[in-house]
């Protein structure tokens, strides 16, 4: 990571800048996943900051710290990985309200955001203090353990498809009936047994989303290694919209690390993709997409995406059908104005490799100096509604 800083800004900042990076623990109330490369991240961006003198650094694991009083001394936060429901107090809602209501206020007021990788995975699911979810153990919902992680998501779908009578309990006789009424449908050929190829993405297809879900990593021997789905409420609506909407959308799905990713210049002429100059690279990495109906260009100045046309078919057919975007757009990083505010946000980061790659970090470097306001950019909507042409 340190060989491959950065050598230059790209702006001069107006002032001395802070930034709040702002990460998630074991010990955070309503976390999600915690990623291995939290810790990297952090150091990178403070390391940037430090060699360039873009910024100063404070690195932050309490969710507290986001309160109107304290956030008047930096002049952006980043949110390093974040997931779940990353700031929720459980059991205490007007904690929660009020962290909430200070993070946007400080954007809109003038100041920036920056998310990298997680930050996306985040607030689309139950939280603990919402209508309806489950007591909090450790988890909040939205992440990659939220909601009791992906077999707390399967069991919600057990219980519905098989709760014949309505009585909120599953009897030994629903359950058996369920399962064979399961392998009936995932067994096409009827031939007794079905290959391990085709039970993925034919399981998916049986069992359909929850309205909030957490989904995630399961615990079984394959944790970690095939790519689910993660219930993203009623397409478009996630726990907390106005958060949604501020960082660009919410995550459905992610091709397993290391992936490997085309990623396609969007806007060459911008000053946040010059390290690129206007070439296609590739990364090895854990890529997100977005919920269908939580992201589009209307909302965001799309900068990188996936080059979709040069993945091979093998790597399409990952996706589940369910979880593919009808659009085929798949952005990677974007700009946008949030009220007199800005917003960064880079979908790479889960692999500590990223950190390696130079052209990513000063990416991250121009992404965080537009959220600072040191850097000006177009971030007009790469798609203009009528309205907005008018």
């Keep these: 990571m340190m060989a491959a800083l950065p050598d230059k800004a790209y702006a001069k900042p107006a002032k001395p800048r802070k930034l709040l990076v702002y990460a998630i623990d074991n010990d955070s109330p309503s976390k999600g996943f915690v990623h291995a490369s939290i810790a990297l991240q952090a150091a990178t961006i403070k390391a940037i900051g ?9 690195l932050s694991y309490n969710p507290s710290d986001i309160n109107t009083e304290n956030l008047k001394q930096y002049d952006a936060i980043l949110l390093d990985n974040t997931t779940g429901c990353f700031l929720d107090q459980p059991g205490d809602k007007a904690a929660t309200d009020a ?8 954007v809109r007021s ?41 077999g707390g998501a399967l069991a919600t779908q057990i219980l519905t498809q098989g709760d014949k009578n309505s009585d909120q309990k599953l009897s030994l006789v629903e ?17 007794g047994r079905v290959a391990q190829a085709d039970f993925t993405t034919r399981f998916a297809a049986l069992t359909p989303q929850p309205a909030f879900g957490g989904g995630g990593r399961g615990a079984g021997p394959n944790a970690g290694t095939v790519p689910v789905a993660r219930g993203a409420g009623p397409q478009g609506v ?20 290391p992936q490997l990713i085309t990623v396609k210049i969007d806007d060459p002429k911008s000053p946040l993709t ?31 995406s996936i080059d979709y046309a040069k993945m091979s078919d ?4 990952k996706e589940p059908a369910a979880t593919a975007r009808m659009d085929g757009d798949y952005a990677l990083s974007y700009i946008r104005k949030e009220g007199l505010g800005r917003v960064f946000y880079e979908a790479h980061g889960h692999s500590e490799r990223i950190y390696a790659m130079k052209n990513m970090n000063e990416h ?12 000006k950019a177009d971030d007009s909507p790469s798609v203009k509604t009528p309205a907005a042409k008018k």
């Design 175 to 191: 359950a058996d009936a369920l399962a064979s009424d399961w392998f009936d449908k995932l067994d096409t050929a009827k031939a």
């Design 314 to 317: 093998e790597d399409k057919a």
């Design 110 to 150: 003038g100041k920036g955001i920056a998310g990298i990788h997680a930050s996306t995975d985040s607030y689309h699911g139950l939280c603990p203090n919402d209508a309806g979810a489950a007591p909090a153990r450790g988890g909040g919902g939205g992440g990659r353990a939220g909601g009791g992680g992906q």
């Design 99 to 106: 962290r909430r209501a200070a993070l946007l206020a400080f």
């Design 274 to 304: 010059k390290m690129f100059a206007g070439k296609e690279f590739e990364v090895h990495d854990e890529t997100y997409t977005f919920a269908q109906d939580s992201f589009s260009r209307t909302n965001v100045h799309v900068l990188t």
């Design 50 to 58: 430090d060699k360039l003198g873009t910024w100063s650094t404070t």
């Design 238 to 257: 996630g726990s907390w919209p106005e958060f949604n909407k501020m960082i660009g959308g919410f995550f459905k799905f992610h091709w397993v690390d």
């Design 364 to 375: 991250y470097l121009a992404g965080i100096q537009y959220a600072l306001g040191d850097l």
